[in-house]
């Protein structure tokens, strides 16, 4: 069974652009969460969707937005780059979400430099 | 949300067993205690999870207190791939379904050959 993919692994932008990752999570697997991977703050929580829906949203700012596709892929977007969000984006995928039960599934994440 | 208190570093000689604690003295009747590791440069990987009763996986053991305010991971025999950061984090119920972990800084386990 393919774990969860992120692409692209890798990327350089300059500040002010923007930027679109992407994750594909475990067939079968309806909720997609999102990490932020800092040396400075840790592992810090983005936001979830479950069947297509936000349903769980971390303390970022609006430039950091996100979707899930039909197929329960997702894509994170960050508009109007800053030195600040240079970072590890980890990507995780569970069958019900992050519920009691069950357990997260992470991806190798895309590591984004911002010049 | 309940936080969660570990040590910043621990050392383990290769093959004895790697005990890394916990404290969650505010955690709430209905949470869980997970355990994940990291190593370098990869994402996040599960280990275990409980609620009470000790419990025990292919890869480790974990040691809940009666009173629910502290826990012990335990890898029975460390090997040097064991080298990893271990985070304790406690589940909170955010709303709509949903779970949202809370990753503090963890232990930084390694392994001593």
């Known amino acids: 069974k393919a774990g969860v993919t992120q692409t692209p692994r890798y990327l350089i932008k300059t500040r002010g652009q923007q930027v679109t990752l992407s994750c594909s999570p475990i067939?079968?697997?309806?909720?997609v969460s999102w990490y932020q991977q800092t040396p400075g703050q840790g592992l810090q929580f983005l936001f979830e969707?479950?069947?297509?829906?936000?349903?769980n949203k971390g303390n970022f700012p609006g430039r950091f937005s996100g979707r899930q596709f039909s197929n329960s892929r997702s894509e994170m977007n960050v508009s109007t780059l800053e030195l600040g969000d240079s970072a590890l984006y980890l990507c995780?995928?569970?069958?019900?979400?992050?519920?009691?039960?069950?357990?997260?599934?992470f991806g190798e994440g895309s590591r984004l430099t911002v010049l | 949300d309940a936080k969660t208190t570990q040590p910043p570093s621990m050392d383990c000689a290769e093959g004895r067993a790697a005990n890394l604690p916990c404290n969650h003295s505010?955690?709430?009747?209905?949470?869980?205690v997970y355990w994940y590791r990291q190593i370098h440069s990869q994402g996040p990987q599960y280990i275990i999870h409980?609620?009470?009763n000790n419990e025990t996986n292919e890869m480790a053991s974990l040691i809940i207190t009666e009173d629910r305010k502290s826990s012990t991971l335990i890898l029975p025999h460390a090997t040097l791939r064991d080298t990893a950061v271990y985070y304790c984090?406690?589940?909170?119920?955010?709303?709509?379904?949903?779970?949202?972990?809370?990753f503090g800084k963890g232990t930084k386990l390694s392994v001593i050959p």
């Open positions: 995780a995928s569970s069958p019900w979400g992050t519920s009691n039960t069950g357990e997260l599934f």
């Open positions: 067939s079968g697997h309806r909720s």
């Open positions: 969707y479950f069947s297509e829906t936000q349903r």
């Open positions: 505010t955690i709430s009747g209905n949470e869980y």
């Open positions: 409980g609620l009470k």
């Open positions: 984090i406690v589940s909170a119920y955010s709303g709509a379904g949903s779970y949202q972990l809370t």
